[in-house]
C-alpha cells in the first residue's frame, strides 16, 4: 500500500503564500464589516467617505476572492493568487496615493500597500524556491 493510501497527508505546499491569503482574507472581512476605516485612516473629507467606503466594500470582496484562490486552490491557484495580490496592492498604493495631500497620510498608505506587495511577493519567492521553482 502507498503512503499516500495510508492516509498519509503530504506537507501543505506554500505555507507562507497560504497564511498571508487568511490574513488577507481576514482584511476582507473586515473591509465589509467596517468600510469606514478606509476613509478614517485617509482622513478624508466627508464629502469623499462614500466613495471610499464603497471602495472599502470592493477590496472586501475582492481581497476574499483572491484569498479563497490563495487558501484553497494548487499551487498554480496559489501562486497565480499571489501575484494578483501583489499587482492589486501596488495599485492601491498608487491610487490611495493619490488622494490625499497630507504627506503622513501619503506616508502610511505606501508603506501599508507597498510593505503587503513587498510581503506577499517575498512569500511567494521563500514558497516556489522550497517547491523547486
Known amino acids: 500500500m502507498s503512503a499516500a493510501g495510508a492516509g498519509y ?3 501543505m505546499r506554500f505555507p507562507l503564500s497560504r497564511a498571508l491569503s487568511a490574513a488577507t482574507a481576514a482584511y476582507g472581512g473586515y473591509a465589509l464589516a467596517q468600510p469606514a476605516h478606509l476613509w478614517q485612516a485617509m482622513k478624508a473629507d466627508r464629502k ?4 471610499l467606503e464603497l471602495l472599502a466594500r470592493t477590496y472586501g470582496v475582492r481581497d476574499l476572492a483572491i484569498s479563497a484562490a490563495g487558501l484553497l486552490g494548487g499551487p498554480g491557484a ?3 493568487a499571489m501575484l494578483v495580490r501583489v499587482a492589486m496592492d501596488l495599485g492601491d498604493g498608487l491610487l490611495l496615493s493619490t488622494r490625499t495631500d497630507d504627506p503622513d497620510v ?3 498608505v505606501l508603506g501599508v500597500t507597498l510593505g503587503w506587495a513587498g510581503l506577499n511577493a517575498l512569500a511567494l519567492a521563500i514558497d516556489t524556491a522550497r ?3
Do not use: H, L
Not at 469623499?48 to 466613495?51: A, Y
Open 78 to 80: 496559489v501562486r497565480a
Open 9 to 11: 497527508v503530504p506537507a
Open 48 to 51: 469623499d467617505r462614500e466613495g
Open 131 to 133: 517547491d523547486g521553482g
Open 106 to 108: 501619503r506616508r502610511k
